[in-house]
Nanobody, 125 residues
């Protein structure tokens, strides 16, 4: 079993930056794939970014490419999502998720086995 806890959300102005953190307990994240998804009110959950268990494969959603970066800190058992040049359209609840298959950095919601509770990101003046 893996428990995931997200943090780092908040209110930021357009063009600003935030860094989200996903800390795991119960099992190391270093051997399993980890992804970030987001869900805005009235919309389906959307893929944002993922990194596979080995750390050499990453995927990004088209709307965040070039602005967001996913990374790992193995010593802290933490995965980060650095978000730069934020736009109002990035406003959503952001969720961390873990996929037990270490080789993939899946973009599909259904491939992930464990989910955190989410952290709110609001981009507004």
């Amino acid at each position: 079993q893996v428990q995931l806890v997200e943090s780092g959300g908040g209110l930021v102005q357009p063009g600003g930056s935030l860094r989200l953190s996903c800390v795991a307990s119960g099992r190391t994240l270093n051997s399993i794939a980890t992804g970030w998804f987001r869900q805005a009110p009235g919309k389906e959950r959307e893929f944002v970014a993922a990194v596979n268990g080995y750390g050499q494969l990453t995927n990004y959603g088209d709307s965040v490419k070039g602005r967001f970066t996913i990374s790992r800190d193995r010593a802290k058992n933490t995965v980060y999502l650095q978000m730069n040049n934020l736009e109002p359209e990035d406003t959503a609840v952001y969720y961390c998720a873990a996929d037990r298959r270490s080789s993939y950095a899946s973009v599909r919601v259904g491939d992930y086995d464990y989910w955190g509770q989410g952290t709110q990101v609001t981009v507004s003046f």
